[in-house]
T-cell receptor
């Protein structure tokens, strides 16, 4: 199965700033998924990122807040823009139809 | 949208005991997945189920895809300390669009007393 490297593993950010999270896969994959896991909660899908096309966002998530890039078949980034404390969560990327997850980025907004 | 009800929310058991948790849905799913998440890590897939009635084992873990396609359970036999963690069910609902989407349960936090 694919191996995912996700960076950074954690960060503490000031409100109003933006953070870009990177997800690198050791093999080519068609679809990459970005999830949010709020403290003590389950996982919620933010968007699906396909190479060469716009990401598909789930209800409640918009491109202006969570812009996604997918420049090739092994890499994707998720940006959390104009952050507020409510954005404090673990953000996870996933490939293989959700079978493999990265280790996550624990974001704290102060 | 689809929701999964996972129970129990937490379990406190003695080492060596068996564990059972389940997930139910209001709609039909065509895939059921069970994950374990350790602190500071992403979920790790334990078992994947693809057909109604399917019963699959992975070591001490056994999971079943319900006949109605609206539920699944996970059993852990003879629990050991490394079983501690949060277990999530996830399902892939039958949709016209967004067929790749996974819906997750709320998780079951397992604590084991040695």
């Amino acid at each position: 199965s694919a191996v995912i490297s996700q960076k950074p593993s954690r960060d503490i950010c000031q409100r109003g700033t933006s953070l870009t999270i990177q997800c690198q896969v050791d093999s080519q994959v068609t679809m990459m998924f970005w999830y949010r896991q709020q403290p003590g909660q389950s996982l919620t899908l933010i968007a699906t990122a396909n190479q060469g096309s716009e990401a598909t966002y789930e209800s409640g998530f918009v491109i202006d807040k969570f812009p996604i890039s997918r420049p090739n078949l092994t890499f994707s980034t998720l940006t959390v823009s104009n952050m507020s404390p409510e954005d404090s969560s673990i953000y996870l990327c996933s490939v293989g139809r959700g079978y493999t997850f990265g280790s996550g980025t624990r974001l704290t907004v102060v | 949208g689809q929701q999964l009800n996972q129970s129990p929310q937490s379990m406190f058991i003695q080492e060596g005991e068996d564990v059972s948790m389940n997930c139910t849905s209001s709609s039909i799913f065509n895939t059921w997945l069970w994950y374990k998440q350790d602190p500071g890590e992403g979920p790790v897939l334990l078992i994947a189920l693809y057909k109604a009635g399917e019963l699959t084992s992975n070591g001490r873990l056994t999971a079943q895809f319900g006949i109605t396609r609206k539920d699944s359970f996970l059993n852990i036999s003879a629990s050991i300390p490394s079983d501690v963690g949060i277990y999530f069910c996830a399902g892939r609902p039958i949709l016209i669009q967004g067929a790749q989407k996974l819906v997750f349960g709320q998780g079951t936090r397992l604590t084991i007393n040695p």
